[in-house]
């Protein structure tokens, strides 16, 4: 079963498209990783798969709602705890399992520290962390082992080999060996000619 299917889709930052001629799909149990050059466009199908933006062009096929997307910054709340941020996120997703998001990022030493005392790894763990408590199925991250040392990249790749193997999937863009099985999407054949543009817009107004 596909989680996500994306058809002819072009993606676009600032009204100028950026990848085109994008066709792919993502199975449960799939782990597709994204490369390409800085710039070449990878947050910008990441934040398109995760409709924070509209296609440009095409489709993508997938449920929003079966979608966790965890961006550049971690999104954390600096005056709650790690354990309290953790129930504010499980609160709005549904109640999904504290205890083992503490112990698959190895935060259980860290539960009662404010996430604004925290350092910059293990800020990222728990932001990591989130992404087990929102019991969604399509994992789409940007970048998520930045400021992770090694021991937090094996955990990372620990939690996502066993998202997969329960029937999710996940869509990351990193430059990194995480260490699990994935397919590999290099996006830099996909960047969009100068001329692609479709969008009707009115010089006058420029
Ligand atoms: N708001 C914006 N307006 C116009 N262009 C933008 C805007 N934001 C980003 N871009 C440009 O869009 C292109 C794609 O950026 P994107 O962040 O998707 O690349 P990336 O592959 O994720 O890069 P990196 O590996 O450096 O994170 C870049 O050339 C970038 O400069």
Redesign the pocket.
Known sequence: MNLIHVENLT?S????P?LEGLNFSVPAGDILV?R????????????TLARLQPPYAGAVMCDPETVAYAA?ADGLKSTLSVTENLAFWAGIYGGYDIEAALMAFDLDGLRDRLAGNLSAGQKRRLGLARLLVTGRPVWVL??PTVSLDAASVALFGAAVKAHVTAGGAAVI?T?IDLGVDETVFD?TPFKARADTVHNDFDEAFL
């Open positions: 993606v930052r600032g009204g100028m950026v994204l390409g050059p800085n710039g070449s466009g990878k947050t910008t199908l990441l934040r550049h940007d970048e863009a430059h996006v």
